[in-house]
C-alpha cells in the first residue's frame, strides 16, 4: 500500500512539472510570472485560449483511453487488447469523418457529436452481435470489434476517397489525432461522458481483480458475471468515444499505459485505474508538448507520434506472448 501511495504521489508530481511545461513552452513565450503580474492580451490569450484547453484536453483522453485500456484487457483477458479492439473508436471516426465531409464540420462541437453518436452505433451493434443466449460472450465480442473494425475503415476510406480540398485534409489530420482544436466547449462537451466511463470501469474495480482467476472463479465467488461484464462494456466504450470524439484516434495509449500502470502497482484494479490514468495523462500531455515543438511551427501529429513509440513496444509484447526472446 506504501508503494501504491509514493507511486501514485510520484506520477502526481510528474503530471505537474510536465503541464507547467506545456503551458510554458512554444514559439510565444509565456510566463507565470508575467501573468501573475498582469500581462499582456496577446500571452493570456494564448495560455487560456489555447494552451490551457489544449493541456486539459490531453489530460482528459490520455487518462480515458489508459482507464479504457485497463478494462479491455480485462474484460476480454488478453494483454494485446486496448480500447480500440472493439470498434468503437471506428465507430466514432466513421461519424466524424461523414459529418465533416457533409460540410457540417464548422458548427460548434458537430465533430465530437457525429463521433459520439457513430461510437453509440457501434457500440450497440457489437454489443448484439456478442450476445448468446443471454451472455455477453467474450470471444464473440472481439470477434465483432475486429469485423467492425474493417468495415468502418473500408467505409471512411470511402468517404475519403470522394472527398477533396480543404475538407479532405482537416478530415485527415484530425483522424491522425491531434488537441489544436482543444477548445473548453469541446472538452466540457465530452467531460460527462469521459467520467461517467470512468465510475463505471472503476465501479468494478474488485468483480475485475476476481475475473483474472476466470469466470467461474468469480462467479462462484458471487460476482454477477453478466452485469458486470456489460457494465464494463458500457464504461470502456463511453471513455473510448469521448477520447476519439474529443481528439481523433490516438492508438496505442490503451496498449502501453495498462502493462505500464501493473508493473508499477501490480494486478489490483482499484490501484492499477487511478495509476493508469495518471500516467496516461502525463504521457500525452509530454507527447504533446514533443509534438507541437519538435519542429515548430509546425506540429507532428499526436496520433503518429504515439504510433512511433507504440508499435515497436506492441511487437516486442507480441514476441513475448509467443515465448520469442528478442
Given at each position: 500500500m506504501r508503494r501504491s501511495a509514493a507511486v501514485l504521489f510520484l506520477l502526481a508530481?510528474?503530471?505537474?512539472?510536465?503541464?507547467?511545461?506545456?503551458?510554458?513552452?512554444?514559439?510565444?513565450?509565456?510566463?507565470?510570472?508575467d501573468l501573475a503580474a498582469g500581462g499582456d492580451g496577446a500571452a493570456r490569450t494564448v495560455f487560456f485560449g489555447i494552451r490551457l484547453p489544449r493541456l486539459l484536453l490531453a489530460i482528459l483522453v490520455g487518462a480515458s483511453l489508459s482507464i479504457a485500456g485497463v478494462a479491455s484487457q480485462a474484460l476480454l483477458g488478453s494483454p494485446l487488447a486496448d480500447p480500440f479492439t472493439l470498434g468503437i473508436s471506428g465507430g466514432a471516426a466513421l461519424g466524424a469523418v461523414v459529418f465533416g465531409l457533409a460540410g457540417f464540420g464548422r458548427f460548434p462541437g458537430g465533430l465530437g457529436a457525429a463521433a459520439l453518436l457513430g461510437a453509440a452505433t457501434s457500440a450497440l451493434v457489437v454489443f448484439a452481435a456478442a450476445r448468446r443466449t443471454g451472455r455477453l460472450d467474450t470471444a464473440r465480442l472481439l470477434l465483432a470489434g475486429m469485423i467492425a473494425n474493417a468495415l468502418f475503415s473500408a467505409l471512411i476510406l470511402l468517404a475519403l476517397s470522394a472527398a477533396h480540398g480543404d475538407a479532405l485534409r482537416g478530415m485527415v489530420f484530425w483522424m491522425m489525432g491531434s488537441f489544436a482544436a482543444a477548445e473548453n466547449q469541446a472538452i466540457l462537451f465530452v467531460l460527462p461522458y469521459a467520467l461517467a466511463g470512468a465510475a463505471a470501469i472503476a465501479f468494478c474495480a474488485r468483480p475485475l481483480d476476481l475475473f483474472l482467476a476466470g469466470e467461474e472463479s468469480a462467479a462462484s465467488l458471487g460476482v454477477d458475471?453478466?452485469?458486470?461484464?456489460?457494465?464494463?462494456f458500457l464504461g470502456l466504450a463511453l471513455s473510448t468515444a469521448a477520447a476519439v470524439a474529443a481528439a481523433g484516434v490516438v492508438g496505442f495509449v490503451g496498449l502501453i499505459i495498462p502493462h505500464a500502470a501493473r508493473r508499477l502497482v501490480g494486478s489490483s484494479h482499484r490501484m492499477a485505474l487511478p495509476v493508469a490514468a495518471l500516467l496516461g495523462a502525463t504521457a500525452l500531455v509530454a507527447a504533446d508538448l514533443a509534438a507541437r515543438t519538435i519542429l515548430a511551427p509546425s506540429e507532428i501529429p499526436i496520433g503518429a507520434l504515439s504510433a512511433l513509440v507504440g508499435a515497436p513496444f506492441f511487437l516486442l509484447l507480441l514476441l513475448r506472448q509467443r515465448g520469442v526472446s528478442p
Open positions: 508530481f510528474l503530471l505537474l512539472v510536465f503541464c507547467g511545461l506545456s503551458l510554458v513552452s512554444g514559439p510565444f513565450h509565456v510566463s507565470f510570472r458475471v453478466e452485469k458486470t461484464k456489460r457494465l464494463v
